[in-house]
């Protein structure tokens, strides 16, 4: 049996190799992974599918070998393209949750390293801190007011404390205070979450506000399909008697309308774009935030570690003894009373800091020239942080003596400290002057032994007031830069603080935060009415002092105002507010485990610039996935409209497309609008626009009347090159070959004329994009072979066409298309 001290050594490598052996990695089975053949099932059944199998098996009830042997290979080639975009997608996601993995303290080999909590195995030396959530389940080894919250598996709301007697601890808890050191007993599926089959890493996929609109114009798109195809089967058969053959033409009319590319494009470019945020040290837990990235009005944001550096050193320190400030920290200038003030801000400190501020205090006292040995003294009694105005008290102990020292927010000490009020009011003016400079101030005191057992409440020691800590922590050098490039974006940014107001409101004006002298306590917040509140939320842009019922009473009154509200957060206290915003972000560096698992964003490197990208990048992702639409609505229009016109309007030839047409052109028509566009830059005045609605539909107005009516004279092109092969003489095969080669040549026209709706073709020809031209040379090679290759030509029932004839198709296309160059440029758009 091993003893405690040699436990606390932790695995050696071999150890760790032969656990993992044994027992396995540390990992919760995924069962929400589908396999490929699960996807392709699911494939077929959509409606597209069931359309190409259904005029599939009429080919060959009719005879037509070849043209059912096409469709079986279109069904192939169509369902292959959806399995590679479903691939896609999953594997994005399946990335974003591998890098959303918390990571976790072991000791091996005697040294404390963070590894990925997957790689955990039976045996290991887990240490456990505030804010962490805990990774396998294990056995208390050594701990510091240690509490538990047990609720994700006893369902109990209240933390649990826990020590070397109640020393079970479990996956999937949230350590909500104090430290401790756990010897991992299981791991993966043999935790007792895993026996539960919980998963809090599973990425659900929910329906969003514009998933909804997509959701019902698709419906309606296959109502009217339906409509449409028992209108020509009828029509059809009433024409000609046939009954099969009608319900040929009927298929073909139901495919062109079915819009089965929008679906895809969303889901691709929402579960894309999440991926290459990655890039930018953006993590996003759900592939939807990228939705609602490019809407936000309103970010909050912390001021310690997003705002500054959060690299804090003591730059001041008040001795209220001497009533003298100290910015020389030289111990051999240092009064006994000023190094007592140090003394005992760093007994009341974590024994084993992690927080900046509390390393910087560590690290004065050991510059000192303080002779004291901390290790001969053992905390006896200790008061975690907590109130209004937070405090936090250690009660340390040797032979000798013992030491209480208290340390936190000055209003607070100076409350308890028993002053009178002349002396209150000279120590408050310090703390303004202090502050002023953008200090954040610590007070200090410190109280005589008394007899156990000690009071329940810190605040009732007979505290004698020992003066004050300044810790300067200096704005990120980029900061101003990136809060002036939200404003110019329409974002207001607001910062949320728990630091002194004199101090927020400095730190505010330095970096450029409008209307920095207005503020908030969250105090205030807390005592007033709820039309108080949103009257003066969002006019006040710097909120002190806030405690975490503050924090998300502010976040409720924004949203409820009508802003899409952003938020960093990364201590324990900001889940709440957190999972209240439309965008959470947490921290990645500095973020406990569960502001990051209430969070929808993870700033990796905690730098808030890739936060302005990840905004653009939203955008971006917005604008193409609207172009995306707007082209598959403009081309969906004439291809409906060449398979009905002519019947309706009793043309010579009024079967020009069949089924065979119609999927060839959604082969065409897919990748052009999943992957072409995804792939499209950001445009260059995306960001001095104002963010949309999140409730706004899709598109307004004057985007679909464009859409469409870009669609109608597209059609008016296409029965135009009818109309003249028909008066043309020429016969039925020839004008179905430049009908075909005109809405070809249109959809290329259409695409280079869609990648944006302001700047015309001058400017976009200049946008790097080499998957455009990829595409758009496939297309013409593909028709090129249907033209000349003879095989293709008698599935497509085409005949040979003449190079004037070819040129007399596109530039019919070209004038179908290019007018809405001169809309941009006379109405609003950009020529460069």
């Known amino acids: 049996m091993k003893d405690r001290d040699e436990i606390l050594k932790g695995l050696t490598d071999s150890e760790v190799a032969e656990s993992r052996n044994k027992y396995g990695q540390n990992i919760l089975e995924n069962k929400s992974r589908r396999k490929s053949l699960e996807i392709f099932t699911d494939i077929l059944k959509e409606p597209m599918m069931i359309l190409l199998m259904a005029a599939c098996s009429l080919y060959f009830i009719l005879g037509d070998i070849t043209e059912g042997v096409i469709m079986l290979f279109a069904i192939f080639a169509v369902a292959g393209i959806s399995i590679i975009q479903e691939v896609r997608s999953e594997n994005a996601i399946n990335e974003l949750k591998k890098l959303s993995e918390p990571l976790t303290n072991v000791i091996r080999n005697n040294k404390v390293v963070s590894i990925p909590s997957h790689e955990l195995v039976v045996n290991d030396i887990m240490i456990i801190e505030e804010g962490q959530k805990i990774s396998a389940d294990g056995e208390i080894v050594l701990s510091n007011d240690l509490t538990i919250d047990e609720s994700i598996l006893t369902g109990e709301s209240f933390p649990v404390s826990k020590d070397q007697e109640n020393n079970k601890t479990f996956s999937g808890t949230n350590v909500t205070a104090g430290w401790g050191y756990v010897e991992v007993k299981s791991t993966g599926m043999n935790t007792e979450i895993g026996k539960l089959g919980k998963s809090l890493e599973q990425i659900k996929k929910e329906r969003t506000p514009l998933q909804h609109q997509i959701d019902r114009f698709v419906k309606l ?110 111990h051999r200038f240092l009064s006994e009373t000023c190094k007592e003030v140090i003394d005992y801000g760093m007994w009341a400190s974590e024994p084993l800091p992690f927080d900046p501020m509390e390393k910087a205090l560590r690290k004065l006292f050991e510059n000192s020239g303080n002779q004291l040995q901390t290790s001969e003294y053992e905390m006896i009694k200790e008061y975690p942080l907590s109130g209004k105005l937070p405090m936090m008290t250690h009660i340390y102990s040797n032979s000798n003596e013992t030491i209480i020292a208290c340390k936190g927010a000055p209003e607070g000490i100076l409350r308890i400290s028993g002053l009178s009020n002349e002396q209150t009011e000279e120590v408050s003016l310090i703390i303004k002057k202090m502050a002023s400079k953008g200090l954040r101030i610590l007070g200090v005191a410190k109280a005589d032994h008394v007899k156990m057992p000690y009071p329940e409440d810190q605040t009732e020691f007979d505290w004698k007031f020992l003066g004050l800590i300044g810790l300067n922590d200096p704005p990120k050098s980029n900061i101003s830069e990136v809060i002036n490039y939200f404003h110019e974006s329409g974002i207001e940014v607001k910062m949320i603080t728990g630091d002194y107001p004199v101090t927020a409101v ?327």
């Open 506 to 832: 400095s730190i505010a004006s330095k970096v450029g935060i409008r209307n920095p002298e207005k503020f908030l306590t969250g105090e205030q917040i807390i005592g007033m009415s709820h039309d108080e509140l949103l009257n003066n939320v969002k006019e006040i842009n710097v909120y002190s002092r806030m405690l975490p019922e503050a924090k998300l009473m502010v976040v409720n009154a924004l949203k409820e105002k009508g802003e899409i509200v952003a938020m960093t957060g990364d201590g324990v206290n900001d889940g709440p507010a957190l999972k209240a915003s439309h965008i959470g972000i947490a921290m990645g560096e500095k973020g406990t485990a569960i502001a990051k698992q209430a969070a929808s964003l993870i700033i990796v490197n905690d730098d808030l610039s890739n936060m302005v990208t990840a905004v653009s990048f939203g955008r971006k992702i917005y604008s193409n996935l609207k172009k995306a639409i707007q082209y598959i609505i403009s081309i969906h229009i004439p291809l409906i409209s060449i398979v009905t016109l002519p019947l309706i309007l009793g043309f010579k030839y009024q079967n020009i497309f069949s089924p065979v047409h119609v999927i060839f052109l959604e082969l065409v028509m897919g990748p052009t609008c999943s992957i072409v566009y995804e792939n499209e830059p950001i445009e260059k005045d995306i960001m001095k626009q104002k963010p949309r609605k999140l409730t706004a539909n899709f598109f307004n107005l004057k985007e679909l009347t464009l859409s469409i009516f870009q669609g109608l004279v597209i059609t008016a092109g296409l029965i135009y090159v009818l109309n003249y092969a028909i008066e043309s003489s020429l016969s039925e095969n020839t004008a179905r070959t430049l009908v075909f080669t005109t809405i070809i040549c249109s959809n290329i026209f259409l695409t280079l004329t869609g990648r944006s709706k302001v700047f015309t073709i001058f400017t976009t020809i200049r946008y790097k994009n080499n998957l455009l031209y990829i595409i758009i040379f496939v297309t013409f090679l593909i028709l090129f072979l249907s033209l000349t290759f003879t095989p293709f030509m008698n599935v497509f029932e085409f005949e040979p066409i003449s190079l004037v004839q070819f040129f007399y198709c596109l530039t019919v296309a070209f004038i179908s298309v290019i007018w809405v160059e001169f809309y941009k440029l006379f109405f609003g758009g950009k020529v460069f």
């Open 221 to 330: 798109m296959a109502i009217a399909g339906v409509i449409a195809f028992m209108f020509v089967w009828i029509f059809n058969y009433i024409d000609s008697g046939d009954i099969l053959h009608s319900l040929m033409h009927g298929l073909t009319l139901a495919m062109a309308i079915l819009p089965e590319e929008i679906p895809v494009a969303l889901s691709t470019f929402m579960a894309l774009g999440a991926y290459h945020l990655i890039k930018n040290n953006i993590i996003t837990k759900q592939p939807h935030t990228v939705e609602v990235l490019g809407s936000a009005t309103v970010i909050c944001v912390d001021k310690t570690g997003t705002i500054t550096e959060n690299r804090m050193e003591v730059s001041e320190l008040y001795d209220f003894t001497e009533l003298k400030i100290y910015d020389n920290f030289d």
